[in-house]
């Protein structure tokens, strides 16, 4: 509780008593494209070796005062095609502006995918997969171009699958999975 108190605190603060809190937070720029990747490469005793590439791409696009729309797309392209994962978030992010160097957000969306993500991995389960998102971070500048983006993100995935198991039996599998993230990664300003 006493986080939450804090939080809403400093939000306040940012929200009503810094200038030029909701300015677009870099001068004559519209476009931000950020990313980070992983690649992974599994060996199990008595199994052939699994490697996988994992990418997150955003494209954001800066419509007044700080808001900006930012679709972003997860993909983990693995050696057999067959499963790979991909999952859509559509998110609005509103930044603020509160020095030259510093830009703290705060965003929230929906998405859906063939999977779900975990540890930053795309998961195919065979399913149709919706999720909600919300999140909070900051962008800190190098320059008027370049910045280190680190956030949380909450993530709540739901999905069902329906088939039958290797007897014939009938079964339902639903998703219910909530995920808490901290996501590191670079942002370029176009």
Do not use: C, H
């Not at 993530?155 to 039996?169: E, I, P």
């Amino acid at each position: 509780m006493k986080k939450n108190i804090i939080f809403f605190a400093i939000s306040l603060f940012i929200l009503f008593f810094v200038r030029d809190t909701f300015a677009n937070p870099i001068q004559g720029k519209r476009f931000e494209l950020s990313t980070s990747a992983s690649f992974l490469n599994i060996k199990n005793k008595g199994y052939d070796a699994d490697t996988e590439f994992n990418l997150r791409l955003r494209f954001g696009v800066f419509l007044s005062g700080g808001l900006e729309i930012e679709p972003e797309l997860f993909l983990n392209i693995q050696e057999d095609l067959e499963y790979t994962g991909a999952f859509f978030l559509a998110n609005i992010a509103q930044n603020f502006k509160v020095s030259k160097k510093i830009i703290p957000f705060i965003l929230g969306g929906a998405g859906f995918g063939n999977g779900t993500r975990f540890y930053d991995v795309t998961f195919d389960q065979d399913m149709n997969v919706m999720a909600l998102n919300f999140g909070a971070g900051v962008k800190l500048l190098f320059n008027n171009t370049a910045a280190l983006r680190i956030e949380y993100r909450y993530t709540w995935y739901s999905g069902r699958r329906s088939g039958f198991d290797m007897w014939g039996d009938p079964y339902t599998y639903e998703l219910d999975r909530k995920d808490n993230n901290i996501v590191l990664g670079m942002s370029i300003f176009l």
